[in-house]
């Protein structure tokens, strides 16, 4: 390649090798090591996935009944972390807290933190286990409520809503937001994920490398899609709104939020899980208007694309808002819940960084000038 050659958001270069993730965008479909995240959907549970994507492998039963014990044992937060996360200004946003925390996190570990291959973090799982408790505590302390302490006898998911709102979810309700954190769980080298591997590049500790990439998450280009998505149902306000807003939006080249993907060029297959967990859960309790709004969105958004040549689809996040809220829990959180999912990804990356690794140092493509007068200071303007 020479040096005047480059992508702009590196768009088509392939910066690495990875065995973790598959996205094939054209036909549709996405795979952690190997298997469909359609068959991942129905039958793993989020620790499943998660020893998967650590160790490469399905687990067998015994491993599996090890892993998820490690897991929930590790749930709890150390006082001096709950203090921290009760002292953290109010008014932040829950992805600034969780930035912070993650690196709090490590001096509360016990074992020695290693900058290679062989360090232990598949054996303590902090990064993966804690950011649950971290975000709950966060909103419970933010809104004048207590701390509620993990359950063990409860899958990631189900946890999850224990600790956000102290009442534990029936079975359904868990099952689909264990589900939801599968479908977040990795998408090979996205933003986030590229971060965490460059910090990981230069052997620094894989706290510091998920904390990086939470940061990224964070940018609106990013995460948070979904909080926008909602925003727009509510500012569209019903069906028979759907349309008059789409042609003025569209005429004021806004963005539809949640429509359309860097990579797909068919519908995300996340997506289609997430609007089958929205048709559940809109019957379940009663209420069918934002599945009603996003399902016009996208047949009006689809009509008016496709007379421009131009077939555009949902992508995770159109309908993963709509799951949350009917589950209960509030837009801002919505961003660090596919945070605490892809923490698992992020991990799996830092680990396969560390196990072939090469310091990144891309070169630039310099634009500016060159051999510039130094003027003295007096006739600076």
Same mark, same amino acid.
């Given at each position: ?30 795979? $952690? ?21 650590? $160790? ?23 006082? !001096? ?12 946003? !829950?992805?600034?807290?969780? =930035?912070?925390? /993650? ?6 570990? &016990? ?11 598949? =054996?303590?799982?902090? =990064? ?38 102290? /009442?534990?979810?029936?079975?359904? &309700? ?54 926008? /998505?909602?925003?727009? /149902?509510? *500012? ?70 496709? *007379?421009?040549?131009? !077939? ?39 680990? *396969? ?21 130094? !003027?003295?200071?007096?006739?600076? *303007?």
């Amino acid at each position: 390649m020479s040096e005047t050659t480059f992508a702009k958001g590196l768009e088509g270069v392939i910066a690495g090798e990875s065995g973790i993730c598959k996205v094939d965008g054209e036909q549709g479909r996405l795979y $952690y090591y190997g298997y469909s995240i359609q068959d991942l959907a129905a039958h793993a549970s989020y620790e499943e996935v998660a020893y998967l994507l650590l $160790y490469g492998k399905l687990p067998n039963k015994s491993q599996l009944s090890d892993f998820s014990v490690r897991m929930r044992e590790s749930r709890d937060l150390k006082p !001096p972390i709950v203090q921290m996360i009760r002292g953290f200004p109010r008014q932040s946003h !829950p992805m600034e807290l969780l =930035q912070s925390t /993650v690196n709090f996190l490590s001096g509360y570990i &016990d074992h020695k933190i290693e900058h290679s291959p062989t360090c232990n973090c598949r =054996q303590t799982l902090h =990064q993966i286990a804690q950011l649950p408790s971290v975000i709950t505590a966060f909103h419970r302390f933010r809104n004048g409520k207590d701390f509620v302490p993990p359950k063990k006898h409860l899958s990631h998911g189900a946890n999850f809503l224990w600790q956000l709102n102290g /009442v534990e979810p029936d079975k359904e &309700d868990g099952d689909i937001m264990d589900t939801c954190l599968v479908l977040h769980a990795e998408h090979s080298f996205n933003a986030s994920t590229f971060t965490a591997r460059v910090v990981a590049s230069s052997l620094s500790s894989c706290y510091c490398s998920i904390s990086a990439a939470i940061g990224s998450l964070f940018g609106s280009l990013h995460g948070g899609a979904n909080e926008k /998505v909602m925003a727009m /149902v509510k *500012e569209i306000g019903s069906v028979e709104n759907v349309r008059p807003w789409m042609e003025k939006a569209l005429s004021e080249k806004r963005k539809v939020m949640g429509m359309g993907h860097r990579v797909y060029k068919a519908k995300d297959p996340r997506a289609i899980v997430m609007e089958e967990f929205l048709k559940a859960l809109s019957k379940k309790y009663g209420d069918t208007r934002k599945l009603d709004i996003l399902k016009e969105i996208e047949l009006v958004f689809r009509e008016k694309m496709e *007379e421009k040549g131009k !077939p555009i689809y949902p992508n995770v996040d159109f309908f993963s808002g709509a799951v949350y809220s009917l589950l209960g829990i509030p837009s801002n959180l919505y961003t660090p819940i596919f945070a605490m999912a892809r923490a698992s990804g992020w991990l799996s990356h830092i680990l *396969e960084q560390r196990s072939d690794n090469r310091l990144f140092r891309p070169k630039a493509l310099y634009t500016g000038d060159i051999d510039r007068k130094w !003027p003295p200071i007096e006739e600076r *303007e």
